[in-house]
């Protein structure tokens, strides 16, 4: 890789003030005082480039507790997104694995693997996602359960895949934990308005993503680095072919 390009990446500049830069008062890599931005790295070497020390990864994952009023985007110019509240030092190739609504909080994986990423988003792999869901006023019952168990119809075209509910899972029966393995626009919102009784969503949270459950040690906006086993488990499920579709959520097969 060169030079320039690996700076740039790091989020050390833009190509052109990098070029500049270096060409003026050089980079230093490894025991080398380098001039030349276009000079072809070998692997990953430690850079030292206006004082500061940089260290190339080709590959980071984050966990986010997103908040609620933030965009899942990369950037928008009127917006707050969910990278602008990665204040550290961070790649510029970064965005949200899939998005939540802006009303919506919780886990919200942001990567620059974008194989990865699409893996884990394809309906194919049937990775579960969990949300907490509250609704206004009339509680979640059984007979809800059931049909999201059934496969809701939630839209005059769309049936959602069967998914799990769990009421109640603090007491309160106006609150349910929801698993989906899909992830189309404003899905759980109109499952649970789908439901009929006035129910709405009032408030929205996604407790996991595949393997991985939110940090609680996260307040919303906070983020940290998955650890390398957190990878390793999220990439195991969206490896080889995909899982057997014709297994629902409930392990029945059809
Ligand atoms: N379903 C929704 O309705 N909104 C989200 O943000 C995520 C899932």
Not at 93 to 108: I, N, S, Y
Not at 120 to 133: C, G, N, Q, R, S
Not at 201 to 226: I, K, Q
Request: contains cysteine; aromatic residues 8%; proline residues 4%.
């Amino acid at each position: 890789m060169r030079l320039d390009k690996y700076l740039a990446d790091m989020g050390a500049g833009t190509r052109s003030e990098i070029r500049k830069s270096i060409r003026k008062n050089g980079a230093m890599v490894g025991e080398q005082m380098i001039f030349d931005p276009g000079v072809l790295l070998d692997g990953f070497p430690e850079v030292i480039y206006q004082g500061e020390t940089w260290q190339y990864e080709p590959v980071v994952w984050y966990m986010m507790n997103k908040p609620s009023g933030v965009l899942s985007a990369s950037e928008d110019r009127k917006q707050r997104t969910v990278l602008d509240l990665i204040a550290e030092r961070k790649r510029t190739d970064l965005f949200p694995v899939g998005r939540l609504d802006k009303d919506t909080e919780g886990l919200l994986l942001i990567t620059n693997d974008g194989e990865a990423a699409h893996r884990l988003l394809a309906p194919k792999f049937h990775v579960d996602k969990t949300y907490l869901v509250r609704t206004g006023v009339n509680a979640f019952t059984e007979e809800n359960a059931a049909s999201f168990a059934e496969g809701i119809r939630y839209d005059k075209t769309l049936t959602a895949l069967p998914a799990k509910m769990r009421i109640a899972p603090f007491g309160d029966p106006r609150e349910a934990l929801v698993t989906i393995r899909e992830g189309k626009f404003h899905q759980i919102k109109k499952m649970v308005a789908a439901l009929g009784g006035g129910r709405e969503v009032s408030y929205l949270r996604r407790v996991s993503f595949g393997p991985l459950s939110l940090d609680s040690t996260l307040a919303p906006g906070e983020y940290r680095r998955l650890t390398g086993k957190e990878i390793e488990a999220l990439l195991a499920c969206v490896q080889g072919g995909a899982k057997d579709k014709r297994e629902d959520l409930n392990g029945r097969r059809n």
